[in-house]
């Protein structure tokens, strides 16, 4: 159970991350003790337990789910993400930012343990080197998504630096998973490559073929998201965001695994606006400091990923037809 008897809240329960955190939290700590937060009325899997429809923005509707639940820790997961960001940057500051900012001040208000928020390797932009990116670097982000959650992270060691507030944040990679759709991101080309895959045997690639990024499998990102926050907080040197990797790959190696499974998939590459966004990317992560401070270590490499991307799929898109 969590330190004392206070509930959890997730907001971005329905979203990519959010509708496998719930059902991991519930699963480890109750599925009462976990209340799952959506401006999207929830899902069949997370279920099992209380659901509140909010809009994160609207600070007094939050304030009422905290103090009718008792809540005690926030993973504050609601975002808008890269390339809808890029669509409506008004949206992305007001999502990303403001929400943020009513998480933090009402977790103050109300003396919660500890707030999880994500932020992402969009927080780094074209100067930023490019290769294993280290912790401590040039963060320049160009896209309103990049900005907020570089601001986001600024905002989280605030409250920590002013508050005490234990807020913890992870860069994540692309994280790839099967039970949502792809959600807008730049990253989602390895999510929609695998849906178009089964359907068709076909996929047109918004990045090109040698575009490489960091990406992480769900199972990997849950468990790390998991294990950082039950790490004491005196072994956290920041509390910006911690680096977090697993594995590298082009478009076209992906897409070359994906044929070893269906020999006659076909991959073309197409790019548009969102591979600018890509290229300020960094192509690989240093992920040093959470692999020192917290223990973590992937399972998932590319392979291992594939098998079990469309393993896990495959029923649901022949259900789907
Ligand atoms: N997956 C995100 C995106 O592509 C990056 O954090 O927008």
Redesign the pocket.
């Known amino acids: 159970m969590p330190s004392t008897k206070r509930k959890i809240l997730v907001t971005g329960s329905a979203g990519q991350i959010g509708s496998e955190l719930v059902v991991a939290l519930r699963k480890r700590y109750g599925s009462q003790a976990v209340v799952a937060c959506d401006i999207k009325p929830l899902g069949k899997e997370e279920g099992e337990g209380p659901f509140e429809l909010a809009d994160v923005t609207d600070r007094k509707g939050l304030e009422r789910i905290i103090r009718k639940h008792g809540v005690g820790i926030v993973y504050h997961l609601v975002s808008i ?3 809808t960001g890029e669509k409506n940057p008004n949206l992305a500051w007001a999502i990303n930012v403001e929400s943020l900012r009513n998480v933090l001040e009402l977790a103050v208000r109300y003396k919660m343990d500890k707030v999880f928020w994500p932020s ?3 927080a780094f932009g074209p100067h930023t080197p490019r290769t294993h990116t280290h912790q401590l670097t040039v963060m320049d982000p160009n896209t309103m ?1 990049g900005i907020t959650k570089v601001t986001g992270e600024l905002l989280c060691n605030y409250y920590f630096v002013k508050f005490g507030l234990d807020v913890r944040c992870i860069r ?1 990679p ?2 790839i998973s099967w039970k949502t759709p792809p959600g ?5 080309y390895a999510v929609a490559i695998f849906h178009d895959a089964l359907r068709s045997g076909r996929y047109q690639c918004f990045v090109s073929a040698n575009t490489v990024m960091p990406m992480m499998y769900m199972p990997d990102a849950i468990r790390a998201t998991i294990e950082f926050m039950a790490c004491p907080r005196s072994r956290l040197r920041t509390h910006l965001g911690y680096n977090l990797a697993a594995m590298s790959f082009s478009a076209a190696e992906l897409a070359r695994e994906v044929k070893r499974h269906l020999p006659n998939f076909r991959c073309t590459y197409k790019p548009d606006e969102r591979q600018k966004i890509a290229d300020s990317w960094p192509k690989s992560i240093d992920d040093r400091w959470s692999r020192q401070d917290w223990g973590w270590k992937p399972e998932f490499n590319l392979r291992k990923t594939v098998d079990d991307m469309l393993k896990n799929l495959r029923p649901v898109v022949a259900g789907s037809h």
Not at 184 to 188: A, K, Q, R
């Open positions: 993400l890269s390339a992402s390797i969009a998504y994540y692309g994280i807008g991101g730049t990253t989602d």
